[in-house]
């Protein structure tokens, strides 16, 4: 008898203790009994969850990005003027270089907006001075009589001023005043080129409103026209000199020997110059044409290459002698032998 009860409590105790006694006896879970109790299946519920999770994601976006990317605040050089039809630039009112020498700070003395307008073809430069907002208060009464005052650094002498607008910090001008690129003058020459010859003809016709160079008003001018080969000074003519003129007539040609393998290293440089017996021949302006000039020069040197036989005459403007010295970029002012044919 003893055995018999100690076998049937063991028997018992092993069924208590095994996960199917468990599983029939525990009560389900808090999340379980919800879920079980929503009648949809379960891809349906997984489709919720994964929308509920891509909101959640997309509002905690919004939330750090609010947080993070504050609003950028507006620079202290942006003017706020009326409207203007051109485009127009704003800056701040600046001390004048006496005032920055001696360290007076550049702030609260107002803004300046003006417009700036170039046209290439007439050579000349418009500024436009709009308006001025919040300047400094420069008489006891806290006003000013502002003016605006405009020139090129490159020539201080010729200044512009604007109308005198009395106790007002916030003046309208609304005055544009234009300053001419210096004129040198134009020159009209041909060109011709036989490739065959390797003849490069070049034809001086006439110039006209040169630069006035004498104290009477006029000018000596002649010209002179340089062959430039890789860059160095290669061969040279001169024109006879027109006295006491701004419209020389010269109607003079010059013929050179250029390969054709050479002529796409050939620069042709047309330079007028001031006759003086007295001091030195002072150049009144050049221009340079071949593969490495721009403008009205490359297209009168790529229509004499497009047209060989053919002499094709054109006008151009006269440039700074020191601009088209620059963009040469002469090495020496060594002559070269004539390459071999």
């Known amino acids: 008898m003893a055995v018999a009860a100690t076998k049937g409590r063991a028997t018992a105790s092993r069924l208590t203790s095994s996960p199917m006694a468990m599983a029939t006896t525990a009560q389900p879970g808090f999340l379980g009994g919800w879920l079980s ?8 519920l997984i489709a919720v969850a994964v929308a509920a999770a891509v909101l959640l994601l997309l509002f905690l976006i919004c939330i750090i990005r609010c947080c993070c990317c504050k609003k950028k605040p507006k620079k ?3 003017v706020n003027l009326h409207a203007v039809s051109s485009s127009t630039t704003a800056s701040l009112v600046q001390p004048e270089m006496e005032d920055l020498e001696r360290g007076v700070e550049p702030t609260g ?11 290439f073809r007439a050579q000349e430069l418009k500024v436009g001075v709009k308006q001025a907002a919040e300047l400094k208060a420069m008489d006891s009464g806290g006003t000013s009589d502002p003016y605006v005052i405009v020139y090129l650094t490159s020539d201080r002498k010729k200044k512009y001023e604007t109308k005198v607008y009395r106790k007002t910090l916030n003046p ?5 005043f234009t300053f001419l690129e210096e004129q040198l ?3 009209c020459f041909s060109l011709r080129y036989v490739p065959s010859t390797g003849k490069l003809t070049v034809l001086i016709l006439e110039a006209k409103k040169l630069k006035q ?3 009477d008003g006029l000018s000596d001018p002649f010209v002179k026209v340089h062959l430039i080969l890789n860059r160095k000074k290669w061969k ?11 419209s020389p007539y010269f109607n003079e040609m010059f013929v050179f020997e250029v390969p054709f393998s050479q002529i796409q290293n050939v620069d042709v440089v047309i330079s007028v110059w001031d006759h003086d017996k007295v001091t030195k021949n002072e150049p009144i302006g050049k221009l340079f044409l071949g593969c490495r000039a721009t403008g009205n020069q490359l297209r009168h040197w790529s229509d004499m290459l497009s047209n060989p036989r053919r002499p094709l005459a054109q006008w ?26």
């Open 37 to 44: 109790q929503i009648p949809l299946p379960k891809w349906a």
């Open 76 to 78: 202290k050089e942006r």
């Open 109 to 119: 003395r107002g803004k300046l907006q003006y417009s700036l307008e170039y046209n």
């Open 172 to 176: 309208v001008f609304n005055e544009t």
């Open 185 to 187: 003058g134009e020159i």
């Open 213 to 215: 160079m004498d104290s």
């Open 236 to 246: 040279k003519k001169t024109t006879s000199v027109k006295k006491n003129t701004l």
């Open 316 to 341: 151009h403007n006269l440039q700074p002698p020191d601009v088209v010295d620059k963009a040469l970029g002469l090495k020496s002012h060594l002559k070269l032998p004539l390459p071999p044919r």
